[in-house]
């Protein structure tokens, strides 16, 4: 299906959308798996210390709590994780960067999964960040749900409109056959009046 060039433009932005996710992604995992074999507990204090944090505040306690319980199996499945994600969000970039109907589907399926843990953080704590993230992905998701009611009724009303002619076609088809069978009876009664009831 031909798309205008405003769907296009739309599309396009919601597949660079989705490839700096997986790429912002990506570069996490590949930081996360540069940890493996590393004091991770102390990789968090200089972190928490460089941005100057102060260690005993709720939030950078959590960092250094969490570095701490990270194993190298851990890391590893982390990184696998971001890794699988990223590449999910790549190949649905390429698909909706070529308006691919399969990815606008993918899409619409994924920002809905998404949505009712977006609104529940929202719920647990107002920030501008969740804010932004929950209006993005609405709106990346109500795009996609009109985009394919537009399709789905597009394709309607072609259906509809080659089941009429194929109505049509069937209509002027029976009325020929009756016009036949209309030459024929009256062919046959005239062989029967001329010939005494020998067909000619």
Known sequence: MA???KMTRVLKAVAIFEASKGLLVLLAGLAVFSLIHQNIHSVAEQLVGHLHLNPAKHIP???IEAAGSLTDGRIRLLTILALLYSFMRFVEA???WLARQWAEWFALVSGSV???IELYEL???VTWLKVILVVINLLI????LSHEYHIYKQQ???DWIALRNEYEAIKIELIDKCHELEKEKVFY???NSHNNGYCC
């Not at 998701?141 to 996609?144: A, G, Q, T």
């Open 189 to 191: 009664h005239l062989c």
């Open 141 to 144: 998701v109500y795009y996609n």
């Open 156 to 158: 309607s009303t072609k």
């Open 94 to 96: 390429y698909g909706l």
């Open 114 to 116: 998404y949505l009712p």
């Open 61 to 63: 306690r959590i960092i």
């Open 3 to 5: 798309l205008n060039p």
């Open 123 to 125: 719920y647990r704590g």
